[in-house]
């Protein structure tokens, strides 16, 4: 059977409470990647999230571009975010274990926005090296193990395998993509031979966005229907 670690960015939506629900039900260990912004809007909902096993990673404060931002405004966007986590783990009072980050867009400082183009080939430039270097030193890492030779280990940001591109059905852009329907999501996923290996592990990356949630719930279901077997981050 594939086997997957399972990641979620932009949380918290209007829906974050039943994703957890959905996936406290069905023994899914995930990463919500979190933006600063909504966490701030919607603290309870992390909250809820953190208690029922969850957790959280840095997905910035303001979700803009890397390539678009001098290091200093990049760095103070990602500690903005960083104090709103801990602040979050503090008042539940559990003990935060690790710490994962994810850019806006995958665009990783080089203006290449990933998530949108499915690129798999990753470029070295040296605004990429001091974003690295950052996330190396404020102690972030990765946590995927036995990833696809592609797959650039030595990164210190989160990255992923599989782009399931659920974004494209949430309230501001539903209908104005090729992805038009819960069907059309599920059809993409099963035409893609590449999360069908057993050969290594997989990384999905999905999205919790108002108007979407329940379309990634309904994904995630599709892939346990399927086998998948979904990994524990250590
Ligand atoms: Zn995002």
């Known amino acids: 059977m594939p086997k997957a670690y399972l990641t979620i960015d932009d949380s918290p939506s209007n829906d974050t409470h039943a994703l957890v629900d959905f996936l406290v039900e069905n023994k899914i260990p995930a990463i919500l990647f979190v933006r600063g912004k909504r966490l701030e809007q ?56 690790a710490k994962y980050y994810r850019f806006p867009y995958i665009d990783r400082g080089d203006g290449v926005k990933l998530e949108q183009i499915d690129a798999r080939s990753i470029s070295q430039t040296e605004k990429i090296r001091t974003f690295q270097k950052y996330l190396h030193t404020y102690g972030f890492h990765q946590p995927f193990e036995n990833t696809p030779p592609s797959y650039p280990s030595a990164a210190e940001d989160c990255l992923y395998t599989f782009t399931a591109r659920d974004w494209m059905l949430n309230d501001e852009h539903r209908d104005k993509h090729d992805i038009k329907t819960t069907d059309d999501l599920i059809a993409r996923a099963a035409a893609d031979k ?22 990634a719930i309904a994904l995630i279901q599709y892939f346990l229907e399927n086998n998948f077997e979904f990994l524990d981050f250590d």
Request: hydrophobic share 35%; aromatic share 6%; net charge negative.
């Open 194 to 215: 590449t999360i069908q290996s057993e050969d290594h592990n997989h990384i999905l990356l999905l999205h919790d966005q108002n108007g979407m949630t329940q379309d």
């Open 42 to 97: 919607n603290p309870k909902a992390i909250e809820y999230a953190i208690q029922n096993g969850i957790i959280i990673g840095n997905h910035s404060y303001a979700h803009i571009a890397a390539g678009d931002m001098e290091p200093q405004d990049w760095a103070d966007d990602l500690e903005t975010c960083e104090h709103l986590i801990e602040a979050a783990y503090r008042r539940v009072d559990i003990q935060r274990k």
